[in-house]
């Protein structure tokens, strides 16, 4: 029961997180809250890892949530369960773009789209800091990280690093 039930969640995730892997992230903690697969900390763990590995992100995410829950075949699951509906809906999309892509209608609806994505990606930044700022140090690195990346535009690379470092100096 439990690789139907992670299909299907997976599945769904996969089918309405338009917009890349940070837009998994609030359906992951819904996940979280409704099956108890994971704890908000390791979702927060899973991010900060998914963020630093080569790959999709929501890929990575899901891989780790199918892990944590149901073993190797879980991860296997999950992760082509995330996948199925991009693929399936590309497929489509495939067959009739030519036929619609200069439609007016499809062209307003995909522009109505992009402010539903980013409402997801804020929500999901929201959920990921009330779990990862947990005192004043944590939110001292935060604000200094984000002054640094105004600031100074390096490679996001280095903001892991630094911060890593910081983690470990500062017993965070």
Known sequence: MIYVLLAYEFFKIGLFAVGGGLVTVP???DLSEQY????AAELA???AISQSTPGP???NMATYAGF???GVFGS?????????PAVIVIYLIEKILDKWANNIYVQKVLTGIRPAVM??????GWDVAKVSIVDIKTACLLAALLLAMQFYRKNVF???????IAGVVLQI
């Open 27 to 29: 359906f992951l903690f």
């Open 36 to 39: 108890h697969w994971f704890s």
């Open 45 to 47: 763990d899973m991010i």
């Open 57 to 59: 992100i929501g890929i």
């Open 68 to 70: 944590k829950t149901a």
């Open 76 to 84: 296997l699951l999950a992760t082509l369960s995330l996948v199925a």
């Open 119 to 124: 409402a997801l990606i804020l929500f999901a």
């Open 158 to 164: 280095i903001y892991i690093i630094i911060s890593a």
